[in-house]
């Protein structure tokens, strides 16, 4: 069966730690980025989007935005890459 089986999307979320958070804007509104959403492509390659909640407070729209090509943010999202995979491999199964 696994040579027939599509995994169509392997994604995870990551928060990102206090230091690393950086405040974006989108039609007019400052968000402050909390959370990446990191995903497996089919290459091997990762892909990152970055979510927030707004600065002057509520709910928000969910908006992603892009993730700044910074060396600290990289490694994060690396790491939490390498993290995902073990703990996939690592699964016992449905409960």
Do not use: Q
């Amino acid at each position: 069966m696994s040579g027939d089986l599509n995994v169509s999307a392997l994604a995870i979320n990551v928060t990102i730690p206090e230091g690393l958070r950086w405040t974006d804007t989108r039609r007019g509104e400052a968000f402050t980025l909390t959370t990446l959403n990191v995903r497996l492509l089919p290459d091997g390659r990762l892909a990152a989007k970055a979510y927030g909640r707004p600065v002057a407070g509520g709910r928000g729209a969910y908006v992603s935005f892009p993730v700044p090509d910074r060396p600290e943010l990289a490694a994060l999202i690396a790491e939490a890459a390498t993290r995902a995979g073990t703990l996939w491999a690592a699964h016992r199964g449905l409960d």
